[in-house]
């Protein structure tokens, strides 16, 4: 797994930057194994848009970030996903199989999504974090073959409290 985040001040307070992350997928669907990395549950880093984990995925993510301070951090982003290997799925966060094949068959697709959002955050305190995201999720070709992928339009609240 390789998860990266390089990011150039283009002026005070103003951040150009690329993230993502590359994790494989299974080589064979032939050989009886599940070969696809299990990253031990980790929280989806596409939130509640789409039942995606980071399994057998490729995330290619720019951005543009504002951020004076901890407090405020304003960020917009595109998230690019795709598929590793055609001879795999994509997982559920519990590693349950979501979608393995179209129709019975294989699919050699591989565009899972495009994701862009706008993303808010407030840190009222050390200990208290607001965040409100606003988006659009393009389902891809892989999804709307393989079930009914639609595509989808977002908002989502969260606040937390750390001790």
């Not at 607001?130 to 999720?137: A, M």
């Amino acid at each position: 797994m390789v998860v990266w985040d390089v990011n150039y001040e283009l002026k005070p307070h103003l951040f150009l930057g690329v993230g993502g992350n590359y994790v494989p997928g299974d080589k064979s669907a032939t050989d009886s194994e599940l070969n696809t990395f299990n990253t031990l549950f980790a929280r989806p880093p596409f939130g509640q848009t789409v039942a995606l984990n980071i399994t057998n995925t490729f995330n290619f993510s720019p951005y543009l970030r504002y951020q004076n301070g901890t407090r405020w951090i304003v960020t917009a982003r595109t998230s690019l996903v795709n598929r590793i290997s055609a001879e795999d799925g994509i997982y559920t966060p519990n590693m349950s199989t979501l979608r393995p094949v179209a129709n019975g068959a294989p699919s050699t697709l591989k565009d899972l999504c495009s994701i862009y959002a706008l993303d808010f955050n407030y840190n009222v305190s050390p200990h208290l974090f607001n965040q409100f995201e606003i988006g659009f999720c393009r389902a891809g070709d892989y999804l709307k073959e393989s079930g009914s992928g639609k595509n989808v339009v977002y908002f989502a609240l969260r606040n937390a409290y750390r001790f």
